[in-house]
C-alpha cells in the first residue's frame, strides 16, 4: 500500500495528460485556431493581465509536468498574445514549475535507484551526468535532444539535487522558450499583415531566424558526439607491457 501510494502523483499527472490529449484543448492554441481570435483575446489580456498571466503559466506548467506532447504550441500562443519578452517569461516560469512538479512525483515513485539497474533513458545519461553533473544537465535542457519530459524523469532517477535540477531547467527553458516565443511572435505578426496562415510565412524573418536558431541547437549534440569521437581517437594507443 505504501508503494502505491508514493507512485499515486505520478500516476495522477499520467491520467491529467491523457485527459488532456483526449480533449484536443491543445488544439485551441494552434497558430491557426488563435489567428481568428487573436485581437479578442489581446483584448482580454489587457483588461485582466495578472489573470490572463497565470492562465498562461498554468496551462504551460499542466502540460510540461503531464508530460503530454504538443507544449511547444503554448509557446507559440504565449508569443502570439503576450509578445517576446513577457511570453518568454511567463512560459518558463510555467516551464520551471511544471518540470518540478514532474520531478518530485517522479522521485517520490522512484525512490533511491541511483545506482542500481536504470531504464535505457537512465543509462544513457548516467555516464555524462556523474562526470559533469551541472554542466550536462544544462546541456540537457539547453538542447532538445532527449524528450524535456523524459529527461525529467531520469534526472529524478538520478536522485539529481533540487536547487541544480531548479537552475538548469530554468536557465535552459529560458533559452529554448526564448527561440520559440520569437517564432510565435513573428507569426502573429505576419498573420496580421497577411491575414492568413500558409507556407509562405516560413519565407518571413520574423520567423525564419527563430526557426534557423533552433535548428542550430539541435545540431549541438551531433558536434559534441563528434567532437567527442575526435578526441578519443587522437588519445595514444596505451602502452603494452
Request: with cysteine; aromatic share 8%.
Amino acid at each position: 500500500m505504501r508503494r502505491l501510494r508514493s507512485f499515486l502523483p505520478l500516476l495522477v499527472l499520467i491520467a491529467a495528460g491523457i485527459a488532456l490529449l483526449m480533449s484536443g484543448v491543445l488544439d485551441r492554441f494552434s497558430p491557426q485556431n488563435l489567428a481568428g481570435e487573436q485581437a479578442n483575446l489581446q483584448a482580454q489580456i489587457a483588461a485582466h493581465p495578472v489573470l490572463a498571466s497565470l492562465v498562461h503559466i498554468g496551462a504551460m506548467a499542466l502540460a510540461i509536468s503531464t508530460g503530454i506532447p504538443g507544449a511547444v504550441v503554448i509557446i507559440f500562443a504565449g508569443g502570439m498574445l503576450f509578445g517576446v519578452v513577457w511570453g518568454s517569461v511567463l512560459s518558463t516560469i510555467g516551464l520551471t514549475l511544471g518540470a518540478l512538479g514532474l520531478f518530485f512525483a517522479s522521485r517520490a515513485a522512484f525512490g533511491d535507484h541511483s545506482h542500481g539497474a536504470a531504464p535505457g533513458l537512465v543509462e544513457r545519461l548516467r555516464g555524462g551526468y556523474q562526470a559533469h553533473p551541472l554542466s550536462y544537465t544544462f546541456f540537457l535542457r539547453l538542447v532538445p535532444f532527449f524528450p524535456f519530459g523524459g529527461v525529467t524523469v531520469a534526472l529524478a532517477w538520478l536522485r539529481c539535487p533540487t536547487w541544480m535540477f531548479t537552475l538548469t531547467t530554468a536557465g535552459g527553458g529560458a533559452v529554448m522558450t526564448s527561440f520559440e516565443t520569437a517564432l510565435g511572435a513573428g507569426l502573429a505578426h505576419t498573420i496580421a499583415e497577411q491575414g492568413k496562415v500558409d507556407m509562405n510565412l516560413l519565407a518571413e524573418p520574423r520567423v525564419l531566424a527563430p526557426m534557423l536558431a533552433l535548428a542550430a541547437l539541435a545540431l549541438v549534440p551531433i558536434l559534441v558526439q563528434r567532437w567527442r569521437a575526435r578526441g578519443v581517437a587522437a588519445k595514444p594507443p596505451a602502452d603494452t607491457p
